[in-house]
């Protein structure tokens, strides 16, 4: 149900959508790049690209490239922040899909983390994200298993920006108002539906996968 300001209510929760990209935080800061998008047109195709967030603090961690049309974006992006590609330490890919992952190949020497494969090189370390177990950058930064989209979704969570929890979701979320969209583009809608539920009830900023930012505000 959506009312006269867009807010958005689901269960016992509200989506609020927001204009703001920056969220300021100790130690980390998150910044949305780049707002992904998804829109059909006339003869039935599609045109998307994913959300491309940057968290800057201890590390510099890149969440989502965007697809390879976004090669020159990116690097104009990173620049702009004093940064390039060999300083980015995580580039965390939400999910498999051509408009998150296009530009991964700017980072050989960054630590990868795509769905549930985590590599450095050609080095892939063990982990737990396929159990369930949320793989630890460090106290504050965790990446979190969110499947449902596709089989190996992950979502990063970044604990104590102004705004308190700020969750980079991938495609858990397509936007602010998804409840009509997201099922169709699930591969699997139970497990998806439990994905964003747990987001729902502990982010308090959702940044989803095509779309704005959104505040959740969880009902007493
Ligand atoms: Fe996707």
Same mark, same amino acid.
């Given at each position: 149900?959506?009312?006269? %300001?867009?807010?958005?209510?689901?269960?016992?929760? #509200?989506?609020?959508?927001?204009?703001?990209?920056?969220?300021?935080g100790?130690?980390?800061?998150?910044?949305? +790049?780049?707002?992904?998008?998804? #829109?059909?047109?006339? *003869?039935?195709?599609?045109?998307?690209?994913?959300?491309?967030?940057?968290?800057?603090?201890?590390?510099?961690?890149?969440?989502?490239?965007?697809?390879?049309?976004?090669?020159?974006? +990116? !690097?104009?992006?990173?620049?702009?922040?004093?940064?390039?590609?060999?300083?980015?330490?995580?580039?965390?890919?939400?999910?498999?899909?051509? /408009?998150?992952?296009?530009?991964?190949?700017? $980072?050989?020497?960054?630590? !990868?983390?795509?769905?549930?494969?985590?590599?450095?090189? *050609?080095?892939?370390?063990?982990?737990?994200?396929?159990?369930?177990?949320?793989? $630890?950058?460090?106290?504050?930064?965790s990446?979190?298993?969110?499947?449902?989209?596709?089989?190996?979704?992950?979502?990063?969570?970044?604990?104590?920006?102004?705004?308190?929890?700020? +969750?980079?979701?991938? %495609?858990?979320?397509?936007?602010?108002s %998804?409840? /009509?969209?997201?099922r169709? !583009?699930?591969?699997?809608?139970?497990?998806?539906?439990?994905? =964003?539920?747990?987001? +729902? =009830?502990?982010? /308090?900023?959702?940044?989803?996968?095509?779309?704005?930012? $959104?505040?959740v505000? =969880?009902?007493?």
């Open positions: 149900m959506m009312e006269a %300001d867009g807010t958005l209510v689901s269960g016992p929760f #509200q989506k609020v959508p927001l204009s703001q990209l920056d969220f300021s100790q130690p980390y800061s998150v910044s949305v +790049l780049k707002v992904g998008y998804c #829109q059909s047109q006339t *003869d039935g195709t599609f045109r998307a690209d994913g959300t491309i967030t940057l968290i800057n603090g201890p590390k510099t961690v890149l969440v989502d490239t965007g697809g390879p049309w976004d090669r020159d974006f +990116l !690097l104009v992006s990173l620049k702009d922040r004093g940064l390039d590609p060999g300083r980015v330490n995580l580039v965390v890919g939400t999910h498999g899909h051509s /408009d998150h992952i296009g530009n991964l190949g700017l $980072f050989p020497n960054s630590l !990868l983390i795509v769905g549930y494969d985590v590599s450095e090189g *050609d080095t892939y370390r063990p982990n737990q994200l396929a159990q369930g177990q949320a793989y $630890f950058v460090d106290e504050h930064i990446v979190v298993p969110s499947p449902g989209h596709t089989g190996q979704d992950v979502s990063v969570q970044v604990k104590g920006t102004s705004e308190g929890t700020v +969750l980079v979701a991938g %495609d858990l979320f397509e936007c602010c %998804d409840e /009509d969209s997201w169709d !583009l699930s591969l699997n809608t139970a497990v998806q539906e439990i994905s =964003r539920q747990e987001a +729902l =009830r502990t982010a /308090d900023v959702i940044i989803p996968g095509h779309g704005a930012p $959104f505040r505000i =969880r009902k007493r």
